[in-house]
């Protein structure tokens, strides 16, 4: 491996803009560690050691919290006479009116005494400057002198000029001085803030004189060079061979994208806290980013995952193509396999990213909230982002929050602050064709770099969830398609397959998020006749289960009411789906009067009670049941 520059890369950019005798605005990641001379270093200390060797004498920091910070005794000497301003001629004491009078010793000593104070009194505006306004007075004397060439960083400029300092009285008069130290030329002024868009838009945009630098976070060669230096100090590393070091640095390099390097250098501690070794290294990263003991993905039991198709077919029925492709994605996450070698570069994406199209009510929903139970134990795992919430272009940022200045910005974003929360969940976008256009460069993002940064600077990580989109594009020229029982799964998935690539192609003309999807696009089939009776069933199920937990035996005529549910879906057509087996038709010949009739009745514990078929309307009555098996009349 070379050997990594002198200084972090964006400090090359710093200095050429300071050789084009342009100010500088540097903002990012201005509180970590930055690597210079082969070492890591405060940010300040940094700064302070770059503009020495980019030329300059003196080297000042100002900040409201520390005033002037001064880099050596020599500085603070060739700084005093400037703290203050020049005073005035010195005043000659008035000849005596009387000289031939001896002087009184008393006199002579009130007057040594007057002396010593007006000389305090005049050097006492050589202490050090506090306010703001006074440490700018400091900066545009500093900026005035010709004798050594000067450097002022100013700390946390946005409490200067920016959007935080608005509030006070002085504002103005410090954007005044600030434009007119810019203006100057005479000495440099270093800006830095975390957010450039907490300052004026004059100070960085469209300002000649001024360079805004974004100080990076450490990119991977920064990191694998700063990894290579401590690994050995990680759990087990002592025992590690050192081609097996090289490689876990190799991948750790890679899996900790985005981490500062105050990040990279607790990752140490994790190691020996939680006696994880290198050799594991995506179990120590979620470790620390998420400060969980157990990663449900490694977790998951094998004997779940061979099961795992048979489970959720028990939830949604008659959806084979669709549970064969989450079974897929379940098994490469507990096996870990990648095309990248070792998975080095597959840690960021998310586990899994489907996008369930199909007509409505066949199980889309329902399946991400089975998936959610079967990895993470949980259904609540699921979080649902309603689409049609997000069809306007400003209801975008609702996902990663508002940016600073704006109205909710402290409140973050709902999409990342749900990550941040619960970075091991099920993630579904639900009728995604409602949402702006947008909103699909936040998915892409998400697709491509597992990551979000929201309003505040968080990042919130997708590596540990899957994200299910769905939709129902298509669906509404199925009609047209002449669909019915006789129509196939695979027309039916050539069709909506079409109505996808038509959608993102044609209409929206951003075929890379549907490159993006690959075989990820997950045809959800129609709702078939022996379909329809599986789910009657499972509902009359989901009754006697119910009725049970009471203490009651209900008795149902099932065969009368599947044949019924049956002629009344084909009759209405299937473009409901399933939930209108649930809602009206069993709800309304089934569950209203079984409940309605134990309303009436008071049944006790024990009692029979049959739900049957009757000539009248509604189709079915509810009585207690004869030791006979009859209706009890």
């Known amino acids: 491996m070379t050997d990594p520059p002198k200084g972090a890369p964006w400090l090359v950019r710093a200095y050429h803009e300071l050789q084009r005798g342009r100010h500088l605005v540097i903002h990012g990641n201005v509180d970590d560690l930055v690597r210079w001379d082969h070492r890591y270093q405060p940010f300040p200390a940094t700064l302070t050691d770059f503009l020495a060797v980019a030329g300059f004498e003196v080297v000042l920091r100002f900040g409201l919290a520390d005033g002037i910070t001064y880099p050596s005794p020599a500085v603070r000497e060739f700084v005093r006479p400037y703290l203050s301003p020049e005073p005035g001629p010195a005043t000659q004491p008035a000849p005596s009116p009387h000289p031939e009078v001896p002087a009184d010793p008393r006199q002579e000593r009130l007057a040594a005494s007057a002396d010593a104070l007006e000389r305090q009194l005049l050097s006492a505006g050589t202490a050090e400057p506090r306010t703001a306004t006074d440490l700018l007075a400091v900066a545009r004397r500093l900026a005035a002198q010709t004798e050594r060439s000067c450097a002022i960083v100013w700390e946390s400029a946005d409490l200067l000029v920016g959007t935080a300092a608005q509030v006070t009285g002085d504002h103005l008069t410090h954007v005044a001085h600030v434009r007119s130290l810019l203006a100057t030329g005479a000495a440099r002024l270093v800006l830095v803030a975390r957010d450039l ?224 929360e619960r970075p091991f969940s099920v993630l579904l976008f639900d009728e995604i064709e409602k949402a702006h256009e947008k909103i699909m460069d936040k998915f892409l993002q998400i697709i491509d770099d597992g ?97 049970r937990h009471r203490g009651w035996d209900l008795v149902l005529d099932r065969p009368a009411i599947s044949r019924a549910v049956a002629e009344e879906i084909a009759r209405r057509g299937s473009a409901l789906g399933a939930r209108q087996i649930r809602s009206p038709l069993l709800e309304d010949w089934v569950r209203v009067p079984l409940n309605r009739w134990i309303l009436e009745n008071q049944p006790a514990a024990g009692a029979r009670i049959l739900v049957h078929r009757t000539a009248s309307s509604p189709p079915f009555a509810v009585s207690a049941m004869a030791a006979t098996g009859e209706p009890d009349e």
């Open 197 to 420: 868009a907490a300052l004026p838009a004059w100070l960085h945009r469209d300002n000649p004189t001024v360079a805004a630098v974004l100080a990076e976070r450490p990119a991977v060669a920064e990191r694998a060079a700063f990894l290579a230096e401590r690994i050995g100090g990680y759990h087990g590393a002592a025992d590690m061979p050192e081609n097996e070091l090289g490689r876990a640095t190799t991948v750790l390099a890679n899996l900790t994208d985005g981490m500062t390097v105050i990040d990279l250098g607790a990752l140490a501690d994790t190691s020996r806290l939680a006696r994880i070794p290198p050799t594991a290294p995506h179990r120590l990263v979620a470790r620390h980013r998420f400060g969980l003991r157990d990663d449900p993905w490694e977790q998951l039991d094998l004997e779940r995952i061979r099961t795992a198709g048979g489970t959720l077919s028990r939830r949604v029925i008659g959806q084979p193509a669709a549970v064969r492709a989450v079974t897929d994605v379940l098994v490469n996450a507990r096996s870990g396999l990648d095309f990248g070698a070792g998975g080095d570069r597959a840690g960021g994406r998310p586990k899994g990213v489907f996008f369930f199209v199909g007509p409505t009510g066949t199980g889309k929903t329902e399946l991400a909230k089975a998936l959610a139970e079967l990895v993470f134990d949980d259904e609540t795992a699921l979080r649902r982002f309603d689409m049609s919430e997000y069809s306007q272009e400003h209801t975008s940022e609702r996902l990663t929050g508002s940016p600073p200045g704006f109205v909710g910005h402290e409140h973050g974003g709902t999409l990342t602050n749900w990550v941040l």
């Open 451 to 547: 990551r979000l940064t929201d309003g505040q600077g968080r990042t919130a990580h997708f590596s540990h969830s899957i994200v299910i989109f769905t939709s129902n594009i298509g669906a509404s020229d199925l009609g047209r398609a002449d669909a019915g029982p006789e129509m196939s799964y695979e027309a039916v998935r050539d069709h909506f397959h079409q109505a996808v690539r038509d959608h993102f192609g044609t209409r929206l003309r951003r075929p890379e998020l549907l490159g993006r999807l690959g075989s990820g696009v997950v045809v959800f089939d129609l709702l078939r006749e022996d379909v329809t009776r599986d789910i009657t069933a499972k509902f009359l199920d989901q009754l006697e289960e119910a009725a």
